[in-house]
């Protein structure tokens, strides 16, 4: 979660201090020799960004997912080993 009130603000001012490339809102990312490919939705469906690095990059919440804690690993963890 950013620090700028969900603005999208911090990576886009430090990419402009940097003077680096941007990519926003990132759900998806690869990389590649000295760049890194971007995925991210917009209003009309999917953007593709192939970026040079190094870069500055803003993730989406699409770009991580999560593992949920099943009850066996919560009793296991509860107990030590």
């Known amino acids: 979660q950013a620090i700028d009130d969900d603005c999208n603000q911090t990576g886009q001012l430090l990419a ?3 003077d680096w490339p941007q990519g926003t809102f990132a759900s998806r990312v690869q990389l590649e ?3 890194v490919r971007v995925e991210r939705e917009v209003d009309g469906g999917l953007e593709t960004l192939r970026l040079r690095l190094p ?3 803003t993730a989406d919440l699409r770009l991580n997912e999560p593992r949920y804690a099943t009850l066996p ?3 296991v963890s509860e107990r030590g080993p």
């Open 55 to 57: 870069a500055v990059l």
């Open 16 to 18: 402009a201090m940097l």
């Open 33 to 35: 020799a000295g760049a």
């Open 73 to 75: 690993n919560i009793m």
